[in-house]
């Protein structure tokens, strides 16, 4: 069975978005900007890419994402966009502070920006490029950053020192196109408290490697339990294998649908997929 054989069935409500891992075939940035244009004319609600530097073998081509979500942005008028995810600890804040509000506006006021502490495991691209290898100082470095993003789409001069980061009264203006701010979801392993305590704080969360909807439902559970009373709309994105039905994970809490392709997958598979078109929202 081919991964576009077979129309998968969602709940109501339930978007989907094609996730790209910009290897191989997917390095072309031009290409890939095709695919959204397509995807969108598909009725597909989202495009997000994968951020990564290098990858495993036999993968040997890969491109930067944020050029090709500026790409993505010029091709498309609907569909939203970003990084899921990107390494935060890995860019300058007040770099990403830029590029996002250039993508943002760019985009209409389509960006979402994926986060992560990121990991070493796949093809150690921090501890092979003088990047901090030590994953809790990653995410202490994540949640400055997260600091230092918030601060400057406010508009209001950035004024921050911190363990790792210093900014000395910058103002970065322009403010983005959405408002207070570019919606940021983070992601994080089930079962692990810290990544679901920091999403509760944001817009949205992205679990990986779930096993089953009741992970899904237990990890609802617990972010809306530490969410303020008066906190605004969230979103809970899964990550699925291709073939994998979303409908027990909508009825779990999941937003958004992000059917998984493997680093290397052909592109006459993720042709055959985007054609046929997101979930069936019918039940």
């Known amino acids: 069975m081919t991964a576009s054989s077979e129309r998968v069935t969602a709940g109501p409500g339930l978007r989907s978005a094609l996730w790209l891992p910009l290897v191989d075939e997917l390095a072309d940035p031009s290409l890939v900007a095709r695919l959204a244009a397509d995807a969108e004319a598909a009725g597909w609600d989202g495009v997000f890419v994968w951020d990564q530097l290098s990858w495993s073998a036999p993968v040997s081509r890969i491109a930067d994402p944020w050029i090709t979500l500026a790409a993505i942005a010029a091709a498309t008028e609907r569909v939203r966009i970003g990084p899921m995810v990107t390494p935060l600890a890995r860019r300058r804040p007040t770099k990403l502070a830029r590029e996002t509000v250039t993508l943002d506006r760019l985009s209409g006021g389509r960006l979402t920006l994926g986060v992560g502490v990121g990991s070493d495991r796949f093809a150690r691209e921090f501890s092979r490029t003088g990047e901090q290898p030590d994953d809790r100082i990653r995410a202490e470095m994540l949640d400055e950053g997260l600091k230092i993003l918030a601060k400057a789409w406010s508009g209001?001069?950035?004024?921050?020192?911190?363990?790792?980061?210093?900014?000395?009264?910058?103002?970065?203006?322009?403010?983005?196109?959405?408002?207070?701010?570019?919606?940021?979801?983070?992601?994080?392993?089930?079962?692990?408290?810290?990544?679901?305590?920091?999403?509760?704080?944001?817009?949205?969360?992205?679990?990986?490697?779930?096993?089953?909807?009741?992970?899904?439902?237990?990890?609802?559970?617990?972010?809306?339990?530490?969410?303020?009373?008066?906190?605004?709309?969230?979103?809970?994105?899964?990550?699925?294998?291709?073939?994998?039905?979303?409908?027990?994970?909508?009825?779990?809490?999941?937003?958004?649908?992000?059917?998984?392709?493997?680093?290397?997958?052909?592109?006459?598979?993720?042709?055959?997929?985007?054609?046929?078109?997101?979930?069936?929202?019918?039940?």
Do not use: C
Request: hydrophobic share 45%.
């Open 156 to 283: 209001e001069p950035v004024r921050h020192r911190g363990r790792h980061y210093v900014v000395d009264d910058l103002l970065l203006l322009p403010k983005p196109a959405q408002r207070p701010g570019v919606p940021v979801w983070a992601g994080g392993l089930p079962g692990h408290v810290k990544p679901m305590r920091r999403a509760a704080g944001l817009d949205g969360f992205v679990p990986a490697n779930l096993t089953d909807s009741e992970q899904l439902a237990e990890i609802v559970f617990t972010i809306k339990a530490l969410r303020r009373p008066d906190a605004t709309a969230f979103d809970f994105a899964v990550a699925l294998p291709v073939g994998v039905d979303p409908q027990p994970f909508a009825a779990a809490g999941a937003t958004w649908w992000l059917p998984e392709f493997e680093p290397g997958v052909r592109l006459d598979l993720v042709l055959g997929f985007l054609r046929d078109g997101p979930a069936d929202r019918e039940v």
